[in-house]
């Protein structure tokens, strides 16, 4: 990968260059997010240690073969001894914590192991924080969900209340309390910076994720079959994947070099992008073409909020934070990602040149 030199120069022009030579732990590796933070960590020329479950069957860590460019340690966050091992093997000082159980209706159908998983999970990484002395900066992944959802058409900040409804969403507010209660207890005192970060719905390519609406999109195009949405109404800010890992590495990174940074922020598009699921895929149909149309095949499942919005006014005053691309530009490049690993191209050389394309798109990103 480190030869592939005009998308590493443009990284470091981005000043992802803070990351060179880091020593860099990632939990959930082996999920969506965690491979393409993982792909931009070790462009940017970082030392990555990534802990999770192996991956599953058909998986964007595989396609990419980010075996061949990232430490792997396979284990689960629910297991504290295997996870203090690999911890203390890594000796990190940057840690992204991105392991979850992510879907709402799995926390429906499992919920003792989705709180076990959210909540202990976190816990065990904070532990393995507190227990050493080389960590100097922590971000804890969470979600737009972790907010009481009171159907408010404005923006939820920072500030409100923390109450997620459902299994899944209560699991990852308790997940933000139990950060808030290590970082106020323990590593404060010690200077270790601690934040959380609350994202919207992602987006992008290499998400093959059961239950989320572009992955069922495009298993729907592959097999020639109309999409079926289950809630075309249900409101949601909808981002691509890249313009959240931009803000987790700009908030580990700042609150690196500065404490003042520390807290929770909002990470979501602006009010333009928060779209219903059916104009979600609408715009899906329309960048994959091909004929291909969905369905309302109604809502039978167990209850999900019908609208979140984010206000995340917070890091865009503070760090300067704000997206870059557009929902329709969102969906363009997964559709264009997923068309070319179709087609036989490389997955990891297309990840390369999102990202390549990304984060030289404003000089004054980090």
Not at 94 to 103: D, R
Not at 286 to 293: A, H, K, L, P
Request: proline residues 4%; charged residues 25%.
């Amino acid at each position: 990968m480190a030869e592939r030199r005009s998308t590493l120069e443009a990284l470091e022009i981005n000043d992802l260059a803070f990351y060179q030579g880091r020593r860099v732990f990632v939990t959930g590796h082996t999920g969506f997010k965690g491979a393409w933070l993982c792909a931009i960590l070790a462009m940017a020329g970082a030392e990555v240690t990534g802990f999770a479950l192996p991956p599953a069957e058909e998986s964007l860590w595989t396609l990419a073969g980010l075996e061949r460019h990232v430490r792997s340690v396979y284990g689960d966050i629910r297991e504290l001894d295997n996870l203090r091992t690999a911890f203390r093997e890594a000796r990190p000082e940057i840690v992204f914590h991105l392991a979850a159980q992510p879907i709402v209706r799995e926390g429906y159908r499992d919920p003792v192991g989705t709180y076990h998983t959210n909540v202990m999970g976190t816990v065990h990484i904070l532990e393995c924080v507190r227990e050493t002395d080389y960590v100097r900066s922590v971000l804890n992944v969470t979600t737009d969900k972790v907010y009481q959802n009171f159907q408010w058409s404005w923006g939820y900040r920072e500030t409100d209340a923390l109450n997620g409804g459902d299994p899944y969403s209560n699991s990852k507010s308790c997940s933000e309390l139990v950060t808030d209660s290590y970082r106020g207890s323990f590593l404060d005192a010690r200077g270790v910076s601690v934040s959380t970060a609350r994202a919207g719905n992602v987006i992008g390519g290499g998400d093959f994720a059961p239950d989320r609406i572009i992955p069922d999109c495009i298993r729907a195009a592959r097999a020639g079959k109309p999409i079926q949405i289950r809630n075309p109404y249900a409101v949601r800010p909808y981002q691509h994947v890249l313009e959240p890992l931009s803000a987790y590495l700009l908030i580990a990174r700042r609150q690196c070099e500065d404490a003042k940074y520390v807290g929770s922020y909002n990470v979501g598009p602006g009010s333009q992008d928060c779209l219903t699921t059916g104009e979600l895929a609408d715009l899906f149909c329309r960048s994959w073409g091909d004929g291909v149309r969905w369905e309302h095949v109604g809502n039978m499942g167990p209850h999900e909020d019908k609208i979140l919005r984010l206000d995340c006014s917070r890091i865009q005053a503070e760090l300067g934070w704000t997206p870059r691309w557009r929902i329709d530009r969102a969906v363009e490049e997964t559709a264009a990602w997923t068309k070319a690993w179709l087609g036989g191209q490389d997955a990891l050389l297309a990840m390369e040149r999102q990202v390549d394309a990304f984060f030289c798109g404003n000089m004054k990103v980090f």
